[in-house]
């Protein structure tokens, strides 16, 4: 049974720093793809970041390339979201997601993602 164990969000100003990390268990995780969703209150869940466990390849969304982070410790089973520069219309839950049988061209697409942690809140005040 895979768990993933979402923590670190929180409410920060506008332009500060936040390190959400993802602990997985329940299976070793080499063909797996690691994913960051997010969804903000009335709209749809958006892509974040993914990564690659076995390789590292790194994928980012378009509004968060520059300023957003994503890394693994394999040791530990973790992966982190270090988030810079955050902006208001960052706000939202944001979920970690794994599965073993996502195509690179559909890493973007949530519904391709078996296994989701609970999500943590993450807030951004102007």
């Known amino acids: 049974q895979v768990q993933l164990i979402e923590s670190g969000g929180g409410l920060v100003q506008a332009g500060g720093s936040l390190r959400l990390s993802c602990v997985a268990s329940?299976?070793?995780?080499?063909?797996?793809?690691m994913g960051w969703f997010r969804q903000a209150p009335g709209k749809e869940r958006e892509f974040v970041a993914a990564?690659?466990?076995?390789?590292?390849?790194?994928y980012y969304a378009d509004s968060v390339k520059g300023r957003f982070t994503i890394s693994r410790d394999n040791a530990k089973n973790t992966v982190h979201l270090q988030m810079n520069s955050l902006k208001p219309e960052d706000t939202a839950v944001y979920y970690c997601?794994?599965?073993?049988?996502?195509?690179?061209?559909?890493?973007?697409?949530?519904?391709?993602?078996?296994?989701w942690g609970q999500g943590t809140q993450v807030t951004v005040s102007s």
């Open positions: 329940g299976r070793t995780f080499n063909n797996y793809v």
């Open positions: 997601a794994t599965d073993s049988t996502i195509k690179i061209p559909l890493i973007w697409n949530h519904a391709r993602y078996a296994y």
């Open positions: 990564i690659t466990w076995s390789g590292g390849n790194t």
